[in-house]
């Protein structure tokens, strides 16, 4: 009997010593508001991981020392607990779950790519818990009827059907006849569906249609026959890998096509990589430093690239720019929410509508961002080989005019 | 289905250089594995990611302005060095051990090598460019880049070399010896312990050639290595330990059924088509034996 009470005692004493420790965890702790954040800091995302940490804390620092959050008349300010998920959906769920029936944080970041987004999104909504993402395009996440997930950026299937419509305007308004390979993952798979689409309203044609494997570092198959049936848009998605291979092959098989349009070539360095070789491929974006989009934190995407450059020491890819954003959207809702009810902080984030200097930023039900469309920027390069990205659609913001069609190799 | 391939004899040609010239680079990887195999019963999980390890000594030096072309002849003295160490500190214990031991071993060893290399070098994809141009056969409807060409060449060079060695020198014929029968050798004198060091070494070598070759003809990342240990296994399975004539023929074999199975069933089936083909072969090796068990009765 004895026995049986000590170990009662233990257990109850664990249970309290347990219950306290969350509770002192808890959302917001004196004057801070404590997110949570599954990221890539190791693993193969680990790049795109740690230039979303980066977008994040600038984010951070900047809303801090500019006042914080005021929520009922106090300010607060923001600070994040971080795990790496170790670029693993499995680990990136597990530390979803910790980080909210452990740490007791109670609202979330979200991950680096849509793989590990997908995997976390299940379990904030299983517990309520209101997730502002930046690098989760894939369309599926929205599809879901999650009620606690926002996307700052558009869809995936978005990224190149800007290509293809400019294709299009550029033939005169005439169908034009479409060479594809994508990668086998969610998230190149919904860029597809996005050309699918768009093939279909403009009625052009797609006459080459290939999927890559996951290990690519090869496509010359897919070249041979764009090289034998000639089609006027060439459209690639396939990660860094996939930027960094078809330029390659093109410019090693002299593969002459109207027009190259892919995704991934910032992350892929591509004009630093490949210098001369890059130039006219047509990039999709989700945002550039260029654009004129304006806020109270960072002003504009010129400001913003600067300090990021002085903070972090080098240019910043989109990926940092839209991570940022997730912290202004959170700010503005806490703010609009005036409180830190989960529901009312979720109410406030479906209503929101505001211009970050990353875009404007309003959600669709499915949680994904209506308002802010892709950018297409092309690689131009000047005579001494050096090569910059320059905005090209949509016209509004274009910094220079599309160069079409592509010249030929034996031109160049 | 799509049976492009066969329509325009000129896609029919410019497949099988394609796989030829690639086949040739994975002969280079799966003869190191064979001679280790061979020589040490040890299956080399690991080698695809000393491949890639010798992708980013040949990707260091084109950063520093060197030419990556050089990488063929720095990767492997490096790679040489590494292999002995990784003898010394890991294989060593397992070498007479159970070969799953040894399976597991290695395994440990390339997952040690991806996140090593990933925390060393970052997780981007990398290249080398070697600026080679590209030659152009048949009014242009055959296309071969020359940095593929450069890369089977060499690849050639060095089997040659490698295989006049062996047949060759001292540690060739040591090395020979210790395959047909380590017990022996090692009453005759030959000091088995140095033999083991010095294949492994061998293989890092070849590994680190092919790595090179590699960073100048598609990417490397740190994950990208089991392709090719899963390549390099299918080949030597194909051809059996200790024939290289076999290894040179399977690898290019398998260099064309690659692309023909990228032209017909395509490109997501390529690394799959390896996988069937593989299981086909060891079916019908099994199914083969137990014939030959059958007579035997």
């Not at chain 1, 740690?50 to 009922?72: C, L, W």
């Amino acid at each position: 009997m004895r026995l049986n009470k000590i170990i009662l005692s233990f257990v109850s004493a664990l249970v309290i010593l347990f219950s306290t420790s969350v509770a002192s965890l808890a959302k917001v702790v004196g004057d801070k508001i404590i997110l949570g954040a599954a990221i890539s800091l190791t693993g193969k995302y680990s790049s795109n991981g740690v230039h979303t940490q980066n977008g994040y804390n600038m984010a951070v620092d900047r809303i801090n020392s500019m006042g914080g959050v005021k929520v009922g008349g106090k300010t607060y300010k923001f600070d994040i607990i971080y795990y790496d998920d170790e670029s693993n959906p499995k680990r990136a769920a597990q530390l979803a779950e910790r980080l909210i029936s452990q740490d007791g944080v109670e609202f979330m970041l979200g991950p680096y790519s849509s793989g590990l987004t997908k995997a976390i999104a299940p379990v904030t909504e299983k517990y309520g818990v209101p997730m502002v993402e930046a690098n989760g395009a894939s369309r599926s996440l929205f599809t879901k009827g999650y009620k606690y997930l926002f996307a700052v950026l558009a869809p995936a299937n978005l990224y190149l059907d800007v290509a293809i419509e400019t294709a299009v305007e550029l033939n005169g308004g005439k169908p034009v006849r479409i060479a594809q390979a994508f990668e086998q993952d969610a998230f190149s798979q919904d860029v597809r569906l996005g050309i699918l689409d768009a093939a279909e309203r403009t009625g052009s044609k797609i006459i080459i249609d290939d999927k890559l494997p996951k290990e690519l570092n090869d496509m010359a198959a897919t070249l041979v026959k764009v090289k034998q049936m000639k089609p006027d848009v060439l459209v690639v998605s396939g990660h860094t890998k996939g930027a960094l291979t078809a330029i390659r092959q093109i410019a090693e098989m002299k593969v002459d096509v109207p027009m190259l349009a892919m995704t991934h070539c910032d992350a892929a360095k591509l004009s630093k990589q490949h210098g001369k070789n890059s130039q006219y491929a047509l990039c999709a974006s989700q945002w550039h430093k260029s654009l004129t989009y304006k806020d109270d934190f960072f002003k504009d995407g010129m400001t913003y690239a600067a300090d990021f450059e002085k903070e972090f020491g080098y240019d910043p890819p989109y990926q940092s720019a839209e991570s940022s954003a997730a912290l202004l959207v959170f700010k503005d809702a806490f703010e609009r929410a005036n409180s830190f009810d989960q529901k009312k902080v979720r109410d406030a984030l479906a209503a929101t509508n505001m211009q970050t200097f990353y875009g404007n930023i309003k959600f669709a039900p499915g949680g994904q961002n209506v308002d802010k469309p892709m950018v297409l920027f092309q690689v131009m390069c000047d005579a001494s080989g050096s090569c910059e990205n320059k905005v090209v659609a949509p016209l509004k913001w274009a910094s220079a005019k599309l160069i079409h069609p592509i010249p030929k190799w034996s031109e160049r | 289905m799509d049976f492009l391939v066969f329509q325009y004899p000129m896609i029919t040609l410019q497949a099988c250089l394609d796989g030829i010239l690639l086949g040739v680079l994975f002969a280079l990887i799966a003869y190191g594995m064979a001679l280790q195999w061979g020589v040490m019963n040890i299956i080399n999980i690991a080698q695809g990611d000393l491949v890639i390890l010798g992708g980013y000594i040949a990707y260091f030096m084109y950063l520093y302005g060197i030419h990556p072309a050089w990488g063929v002849i720095v990767a492997p003295v490096i790679m040489y060095f590494v292999g002995i160490a990784i003898y010394k500190l890991v294989i060593n214990k397992v070498v007479d051990r159970d070969l799953f031991i040894s399976i597991l071993a290695t395994f440990g060893i390339s997952i040690l090598f991806m996140q090593l290399m990933n925390f060393a070098f970052g997780a981007d994809v990398v290249l080398a460019n070697s600026g080679y141009g590209t030659t152009m056969l048949f009014d242009n409807n055959v296309v071969l880049p020359n940095s593929k060409i450069f890369s089977a060449f060499i690849s050639i060079v060095f089997a040659v070399c490698l295989v006049i060695y062996m047949k060759k020198s001292k540690l060739g014929r040591a090395i020979r010896a210790t395959a047909q029968n380590a017990r022996a050798a090692k009453i005759l004198g030959v000091d088995t312990e140095k033999v083991y060091a010095a294949t492994f070494g061998i293989n890092a070598a070849l590994c680190g050639v092919a790595g090179a070759l590699i960073s100048i003809t598609f990417t490397i990342h740190p994950y990208m290595g089991l392709p090719y240990t899963i390549r390099s296994f299918m080949i030597v399975i194909v051809a059996g330990l200790g024939n290289l004539p076999g290894v040179a023929m399977s690898g290019m074999g398998l260099g064309v059924f690659e692309e023909f199975a990228d032209y017909i069933l395509g490109t997501e089936f390529r690394i799959g088509s390896v996988f069937l083909l593989l299981v086909l072969i060891l079916v019908y090796r099994r199914f083969k034996l137990s014939r030959k068990r059958e007579y035997l009765k």
